[in-house]
């Protein structure tokens, strides 16, 4: 009897507790039924995509010349640093007189030789002086008259003139100094237009073509972004950089570009008018490859996720093209989807646009 007063407790006891074992089983299994992932979804519809090449490029003006000077002499004057010149504008005066002696007595000697032949015309009509004479003559009023012109082309590079409109970047040399023929003297640029030399990987040789739209972006030194058309594509790859190079040139509107600067390319490669494309972020990769989280509604009503399997296609900056797994209308987890299982239900905490991803 004694055995069984203790017996009938610890009866009770155990009867207890599995009866709290099946409530708190009961209870985790409602949890986790009822458990809801706070996510963030986009609205998938048909769109225009581009893909993109991005590539960098280097600046350089069209007009960019180191002037050097045709004749010796001393610097008289020469335009300071920043000076904005016309085409014919003086940019660089020497000492002339030097020069100045040497054309008057060219011109004297052209004149006495013109005079000399014109008196030998008569001569030879009058068989007084032979051809040979008469020749001579007019060889040595030709000398004369190449000389004449050689000391006034001496006298006009003694003024050196701008070839093209452009700034003053670089002086070399100073107000005093002497020069020698081919010695430069300062460096003029015009920044009015432009060309960006970049080179693009090989791989792509075959897909970027001349007027392939092209868009330029500063970098470090603005977020302003600049339209434009490849003006030129290579056909043969640079070996040492595996490239090929492709050229812009452009109208430099406000001189936001600047020689030397390095600015980033992102050129059309190919083009979709209805992609369905979703950010990168939102695929899921596991041993089988990768997927999207969906949106569908259990028999409640109630939001919950859906693993798509789906094959990529073309990618630019932050978004991708998905060729297979979903469907126009479809609502993919861009949030959060690293937290979802299959058939999780879910909270929607807000829906994202496209312009979100620009």
């Known amino acids: 009897m004694k055995a069984l007063k203790y017996v009938t407790p610890l009866l009770l006891f155990s009867f207890v507790l599995s009866a709290c074992d099946q409530n ?83 011109r004297a000697n052209f004149e006495f030789a013109e005079d000399a032949l014109a008196r030998q015309e008569p001569l030879l009509r009058d068989s007084i002086i032979s051809t040979l004479e008469f020749n001579q003559a007019r060889s040595q009023r030709d000398q004369a008259k190449s000389q004449l012109e050689q000391a006034e082309k001496q006298l006009g590079d003694s003024r050196i003139q701008a070839p093209f409109r452009g700034r003053v970047e670089e002086r070399m040399v100073k107000s005093g100094e002497l020069v020698n023929p081919g010695m430069p003297v300062l460096r003029l640029v015009n920044t009015d237009k432009v ?14 073509d001349e007027g ?31 490239t090929f190079p492709v050229e812009v040139v452009m109208e430099n509107t406000g001189r936001l570009l600047k020689p030397e600067m390095t600015v980033n390319l992102s050129i059309v490669r190919d083009f979709w008018d209805d992609a369905l494309v979703v950010p990168r972020t939102a695929l899921v990769r596991d041993e089988d ?52 299982s299959d058939g999780d239900l879910l909270r929607i905490q807000n829906t994202r646009t496209y312009d979100h991803y620009k």
């Open 24 to 106: 708190g089983d009961e209870n985790n299994n409602e949890q986790q039924r009822a458990r809801e992932v706070v996510v963030e979804v986009l609205d998938v519809d048909p769109r225009a995509f581009e893909e993109r090449v991005r590539v960098t490029g280097t600046v350089e003006a069209l007009e960019d010349a180191t002037i050097s000077a045709e004749v010796s002499g001393r610097v008289h004057t020469i335009a300071e640093r920043g000076t904005t010149v016309e085409r014919g504008s003086e940019l660089v005066s020497l000492d002339d007189r030097v020069v100045r002696s040497s054309l008057e007595m060219a």
């Open 289 to 340: 490859g990768l997927r999207l989280f969906v949106t569908t509604e259990d028999e409640n009503g109630r939001k919950k996720a859906e693993a798509r399997r789906v094959r990529t296609g073309a990618a630019s900056g932050s978004l991708i093209v998905i060729e297979e797994g979903i469907e126009p209308g479809d609502q993919v987890i861009v949030t959060g989807q690293t937290n979802v």
């Open 195 to 208: 060309r960006i030399n970049a080179g693009v990987p090989e791989r792509y040789i075959n897909d970027i």
């Open 212 to 242: 392939a739209a092209v868009t330029i972006s500063l970098g470090t030194y603005g977020r302003e972004e600049l339209k434009s058309t490849i003006r030129y594509a290579g056909s043969v790859i640079v070996p040492e950089t595996r």
